[in-house]
């Protein structure tokens, strides 16, 4: 992806020019994925500046895994909030939660004898997390201007929402991680990153490979299978047996296998899949070391 290390350094420097008119992040992150789609370089950027963490389209998400995440960040003293943008759902908590953690501040302000002034939020995020659809939400607005380039575009505008709050109308676009890479995996089975980046075919087999260890269950009800492969190809191609993708001469269609199984993930059909769990982290720093 051509834009990370050119736009990166134009694009750290736009987001701290927005963050001096802001006082509360609110940072989105995939529910299905907290840890891969987490800007690496966030909590640097924002050098202590209040945050609220979204677990958004926890529709997608698998209900424990999904308690997990908001334990790891209860842990540290965050509280993440689980929204269903779309459906609605639990976006009244993110206005709710940027009030509790800019209270003080704002308190303070009033106490130095400065006038009461709205709280001013600005949306930020990886590609495709749902920046545009929440401040859509947000707002009431069918459509929101954002920037063909990541970091904040365009001439900025605060929209007033309920309870004397502002929010900044251009989503705070971040670069997902790049370097670790079930990262790009995982970013690409949800499509935050580009098919491009792998060929679909085998960005699928990933896909299955995962989805046998961790839904196994799933995997077979979906495509009606009595017992999964010995092996992730062998599993891809009882799939496409089931679904009829034969091409002439009797030959598997891979490329409409891998189609059907990574769109039926990306549109939650496979079944309520999240693909990381916060012991996952732990694992991997203890194989670090
Ligand atoms: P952005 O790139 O971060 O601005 O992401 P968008 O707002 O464009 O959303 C990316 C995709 O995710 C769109 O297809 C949205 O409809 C979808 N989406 C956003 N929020 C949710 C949600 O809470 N649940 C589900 N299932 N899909 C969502």
């Not at 050098?47 to 979204?54: D, Y």
């Not at 303070?108 to 930020?124: N, Q």
């Not at 790049?178 to 980046?197: C, G, P, S, W, Y």
Request: net charge positive; with cysteine.
């Amino acid at each position: 992806i051509n834009w990370y290390p050119g736009h990166m350094k134009k694009t750290k420097d736009l987001l701290k020019n927005n963050l001096k008119l802001i006082d509360v992040v609110v940072e989105l992150l995939d529910s299905r994925i907290p840890f891969s789609s987490k800007n690496p370089d966030i909590d640097k950027i924002i050098q202590g500046k209040p945050k609220v963490v979204v677990l958004n389209k926890s529709d997608m998400a698998d209900s424990e895994k999904l308690k997990m995440w908001q334990d790891y960040y209860a842990a540290q003293g965050i509280k993440a909030i689980p929204v269903n943008t779309i459906g609605g759902k639990g976006v009244d908590k993110i206005v709710e939660e940027c009030k509790n953690v800019t209270r003080e501040k704002m308190e303070a302000l009033i106490k130095k004898g400065r006038k009461e002034r709205p709280i001013r939020i600005m949306i930020v995020g990886v590609p495709n997390v749902g920046k545009s659809t929440l401040i859509n939400k947000l707002t009431g607005r069918k459509s929101t201007q954002t920037g063909d380039r990541p970091g904040v575009t365009k001439g900025k505008q605060w929209v007033r929402l309920k309870g004397n709050l502002e929010l900044l109308d251009t989503p705070g676009i971040l670069w997902p991680k790049f370097e670790d890479e079930q990262v790009a995996l995982n970013l690409a089975f949800t499509r935050a990153i580009k098919d491009e980046v792998l060929d679909i075919e085998t960005l699928a087999l990933r896909l299955i490979e995962k989805l046998m260890i961790i839904a196994p269950n799933n995997l077979k009800e979906r495509y009606r299978l009595n017992k999964l492969g010995d092996t992730p190809l062998e599993t891809m191609d009882m799939i496409g047996e089931k679904r009829g993708c034969i091409m002439a001469g009797r030959e598997l269609d891979y490329t409409r296998i891998a189609n059907i199984v990574l769109n039926e993930f990306r549109e939650g059909k496979i079944g309520k899949i999240t693909l990381e769990v916060p012991q996952d982290l732990v694992n991997d720093k203890i194989e670090e070391e």
